[in-house]
């Protein structure tokens, strides 16, 4: 069984930062990629960023420039450094990995949340 270890969230002022780390573990399987999620107080759960094994990067658009996805594949983690936060940054952010087996197969696994909360 996948299990996902998120760390670092808090309260940070307006233009602080924060590191946010998810460690995988349980896997049989090489991890195919990893990313952050966010969701808001009635809003839909939105992607943040994303890294493939290979080292390739996805940004949600707005946050290009402040937010940085890294990973350490020996270690599985994945690190989200956010900068210059801002007030609308504040929700629950969620680790998320994609797992394929051998036959292709795709396995989607969520961590289990981290409040980030930005006050003004």
């Known amino acids: 069984q996948v299990q996902l270890v998120e760390s670092g969230g808090g309260l940070v002022q307006a233009g602080g930062s924060l590191r946010l780390s998810c460690s995988a573990s349980?896997?049989?399987?090489?991890?195919?990629?990893m990313g952050w999620y966010r969701q808001a107080p009635g809003e839909q759960r939105e992607l943040v960023a994303a890294?493939?094994?290979?080292?390739?990067?996805n940004y949600a658009d707005s946050l290009k420039g402040r937010f940085t996805i890294s990973r350490d594949i020996a270690k599985n983690t994945v690190y989200l450094e956010m900068s210059s936060l801002k007030p609308e940054d504040t929700a629950v952010y969620y680790c998320?990995?994609?797992?394929?087996?051998?036959?292709?197969?795709?396995?989607?696994?969520w961590g289990q949340g981290t409040q980030v909360t930005v006050s003004s």
């Open positions: 349980g896997s049989r399987f090489s991890i195919n990629a």
């Open positions: 890294i493939t094994s290979g080292g390739s990067t």
């Open positions: 998320n990995v994609v797992i394929r087996n051998n036959f292709g197969t795709r396995y989607e696994y």
